[in-house]
């Protein structure tokens, strides 16, 4: 869907590897970045945006660790995706004075509408549907 919608000049990548630090690397589950920071086995620039598709095994993980890391990166959005088939949500965050501040809550048929990593909306319940094996 992001894919859909990306300016040239930008790339959207599913679970490539993201080196943080030389201690810190994360496969987060999709990116935004420039076409320039992509060519070598790992992506070292902060990208434009991280989304990452929580499970109930890594929620807390997203949520805290991955979050902290992200913003001291630079990750400009950080977008944490919640597929519950019966609420499904994304909370939205952007970077605002070197910290994170939650910019959306929606779920369901609601719509992010952002400007930020470019002009796209979103709505949860659509991101889901078509998905094997999910009932509503």
Not at 37 to 47: E, L, R, S, T, Y
Not at 67 to 76: D, L, N, T
Not at 79 to 98: C, H, K, M, Q, Y
Request: overall charge negative.
């Amino acid at each position: 869907m992001l894919g859909n919608v990306c300016p040239d000049e930008l790339c959207v990548l599913a679970e490539p590897a993201l080196q943080l630090s030389d201690d810190t690397e994360f496969d987060p589950d999709v990116v935004v970045v420039r076409w320039e920071d992509v060519g070598g086995a790992k992506i070292i620039a902060p990208p434009l945006l991280v989304a990452e598709i929580r499970s109930p095994s890594t929620a807390l993980i997203d949520l805290n660790r991955k979050k902290a890391a992200y913003q001291e990166f630079g990750v400009q959005c950080y977008w944490i995706v919640n597929p519950d088939p019966r609420r499904p949500s994304i909370t939205a965050f952007e970077l605002r004075d070197g910290r994170y501040a939650t910019v959306a809550e929606i779920t369901g048929l609601e719509m992010l509408d952002t400007e930020q990593p470019f002009p796209v909306e979103v709505v949860p319940a659509l991101l889901l549907a078509g998905l094997p094996g999910l009932h509503r």
